[in-house]
């Protein structure tokens, strides 16, 4: 790992341009070039904080976007805090929401934010990450604390914020906690010091909080630094865990190589600017042969599978998944691991989409028909066209099911 002082050989502005790579705000981009050469001179790191609050168990690729910066900072020498917000977690983040979010438990709070903590050393290093959570010093505040934090903001430059703006003017209801979330957050800013603080655009309010009230309590204000974000597979809304369009970074590689291969060929290089280290200079040039017809996009595309597994798992893994793909869709084979089915026989047949949603294929009868209806079941490499087809279930019989793409099982009758 490098110090403050060396930062692997770069110049200041090397660095600084290192670290602004990819970034979509940078406030100010003066005071972060100075606070660059303040540690350099004084051989002390920067404190960069990022913060995630604990609404879901897993950590998929749309956060990967801050935290691979959150890396190139520990490259530089710098030291990172990865904020659990345990404490605003049970607010809910009201960002880009156009209702109130329910807040967590602190039951859940605890068992996502554990996953965290198992996940993230896949990105960053070890030695340099500090986890923290506000719950040290927001549940410290007390009644009276948060009435003299909040006596540091205006409700009307609250009311700034587009989204609660927007549900002001269309009449939604606001409620008075989520008014407090980004003074919360700021606050975490004022706690731990910081001189850098990360995330995505869609928190740059929330971020600028933070540097305000630094100002309000007599500190030296925050940098603030925006990522851009990452579209699902869906090619249109944000990843997220909630929409099921994501790419778990804990998921086995089999699945994130399907899944990577699944978005478009144009997403394809948002996805290698944001989810690898690859340079623009080395993503235009593997654009460029695609553009001329000398790459495949599937070749380029397997690529970028290959190394977001390596990332997450290994060398070895990545290769495995994608010898894997190969044999099921370029070779049309089943996969080599297929969970087994048993399901009760019996003397008539049984509808097929009914045999779907008994093997967890699909999660309902009117799903299960619209795979049918579009072509999207097979049995026994044979395609079941009719959604009233149905197939003999006495003791022995079984067969190979495949539902889309990817899903796979041997129902069993017993």
Not at 181 to 208: H, I, R
Not at 375 to 387: A, F, L, Q, R, S
Request: net charge negative.
């Amino acid at each position: 790992m490098t110090t403050p002082d060396g930062n692997a050989g770069l110049s200041l502005d090397e660095e600084f341009e290192f670290l602004r790579k990819g970034c979509v705000d940078l406030i100010e981009a003066g005071d972060l070039k100075a606070k660059l050469k303040r540690a350099r001179d004084k051989r002390t790191p920067l404190l960069v904080k990022v913060g995630f609050d604990p609404t879901a168990p897993d950590i998929h690729l749309g956060h990967t976007v801050v935290i691979r910066k959150m890396r190139h900072f520990q490259q530089m020498g710098h030291r990172v805090v990865f904020l659990i917000g345990d404490f605003t977690g049970m607010i809910g983040d009201p960002s880009g929401k156009k209702a109130t979010r329910p807040a967590l438990s602190r039951e859940e709070i605890a068992a996502n934010a554990e996953t965290y903590r198992k996940q993230i050393y896949k990105l960053l290093d070890p030695e340099t990450t500090e986890i923290r959570f506000n719950s040290e010093w927001l549940g410290a505040l007390g009644a009276e604390g948060m009435v003299r934090l909040c006596g540091k903001y205006t409700l009307a430059r609250i009311m700034e914020r587009d989204d609660f703006r927007k549900r002001w003017e269309t009449h939604q209801p606001i409620s008075m906690h989520e008014l407090l979330y980004p003074l919360a957050q700021g606050y975490d800013s004022v706690a731990l010091k910081c001189d850098v603080e990360m995330g995505g655009t869609d928190q740059l309010f929330n971020l600028l909080v933070g540097r305000d009230l630094m100002r309000e309590y007599g500190l030296e204000p925050q940098v603030v630094l925006t990522m851009p974000l990452l579209e699902g597979l869906d090619g249109v809304e944000k990843m997220s865990k909630s929409l099921g369009n994501y790419i778990g970074i804990d998921e086995a590689p089999d699945s994130i190589f399907g899944k990577v291969m699944s978005i478009s060929d144009e997403m394809m290089w948002k996805y290698y600017l944001l989810s690898t280290d690859r340079t623009p200079a080395e993503i235009e040039g593997i654009r460029a042969e695609v553009a001329s017809g000398a790459r495949h996009p599937m070749d380029a595309k397997r690529d970028l599978a290959k190394s977001i597994i390596a990332d997450f798992h290994d060398a070895d893994a990545a290769e495995r998944a994608e010898a894997e793909f190969r044999r099921i869709f370029s070779e049309r084979q089943a996969p080599t691991d297929i969970e087994t089915v048993e399901l009760p026989a019996g003397a008539e047949a049984m509808l097929v989409v009914k045999v779907v949603v008994a093997a967890g294929l699909a999660p309902s009868n009117s799903e299960a028909r619209r795979l049918v209806e579009q072509g999207g079941v097979w049995i026994d490499d044979e395609k079941v066209g009719d959604p009233k087809a149905a197939i003999p279930c006495g003791a022995g019989a079984s067969y190979l099911f495949k539902v889309g793409k990817r899903r796979f099982a041997r129902v069993s009758f017993a």
